[in-house]
């Protein structure tokens, strides 16, 4: 029996069409982001996408102090110190309570694993109140300190959940093991399981990273000194009054505070693909 054209071609016909469709649904991100690449380097853009004119005007506040704005290095500095914060902290916390959600049967343990979920949840903005009287009782409001803390207290319940999803994925054949050749817990912990969670524990760190390097609420809110902005507010004090907004200075600013997570995001992707639902290693 001969085959139609359809059946013959049915798998590259539906490879097709899913490229179809997935470009149609990024491609008004592709277009702004292309948007974004011309304006920057251009004076102006004629009918939205032409560029009248090359320059690198828009781009001077990489060699040059922009009058009213902190110097774009001391900020860019506060942004890597926030971000890396925020992953430090959470790549511990998460690694060991990870651990103990998985491996510890304790009374509460079920209610705690639902309490971590909610708390993910729950939306930080309604804690702006009582995180502003916090901060500022402990002496931590306008301080890079106060920001890395609270982001990071509430990125970690999630982190932790990860984390468990990869411990689970471990025998417990292998702890055993350690036990039986004289490791203490901490012992098979640190020299049989850390190595078998690279990977969830680089999962983790990249959330945590792009989370604190993109995080603007927390930083807008409790940060007053010029000397702690971070790009997020960088940006923002750019855009001001959106009528007499310099575009062509607002989408290198905007492009250069993106650089840095395409960057750091090229050399991690690979740890991407090995979470799946649940955090087990695939």
Do not use: C
């Amino acid at each position: 029996m001969k085959l139609s054209f359809w059946q013959k071609n049915s798998e590259k016909i539906r490879n097709f069409v899913i490229i179809l469709v997935l470009f149609l649904i990024t491609s008004p991100i592709l277009v702004g982001y292309v948007w974004l690449i011309l304006r920057s380097f251009s004076e102006d853009l004629v009918n939205g996408f032409v560029p009248t004119k090359l320059t690198l005007k828009n781009w001077r506040f990489l060699w040059q102090e922009i009058k009213g704005y902190p110097n774009i290095w001391q900020t860019t500095l506060n942004t890597a110190l926030l971000a890396l914060g925020v992953m430090g902290i959470e790549v511990l916390i998460t690694s060991l309570g990870g651990y103990a959600l998985s491996r510890y049967d304790f009374p509460g343990r079920s209610s705690m694993m639902k309490f971590i979920l909610a708390l993910h949840a729950f939306p930080a903005i309604s804690l702006m109140t009582a995180v502003f009287y916090l901060l500022w009782t402990l002496r931590l409001l306008d301080t890079l300190w106060g920001v890395i803390l609270l982001k990071a207290s509430l990125e970690v319940p999630w982190g932790t959940w990860i984390m468990k999803g990869f411990y689970d994925g471990i025998p417990w054949e292998l702890e055993w093991a350690g036990l039986v050749d004289g490791y203490s817990r901490f012992e098979v912990w640190r020299k049989i399981l850390l190595p078998l969670v690279k990977p969830g524990i680089a999962v983790t760190a990249i959330f945590a990273f792009l989370s604190g390097w993109s995080e603007f609420v927390f930083v807008n809110t409790f940060i007053f000194s010029q000397n702690l902005w971070t790009l997020s507010k960088y940006v923002k004090g750019f855009i001001g009054d959106y009528r007499f907004a310099d575009y062509g200075l607002v989408t290198a600013v905007g492009l250069f505070y993106m650089i840095p997570t395409i960057i750091f995001f090229f050399f991690v992707s690979k740890h991407m693909i090995k979470l799946t639902i649940g955090g087990v290693k695939g």
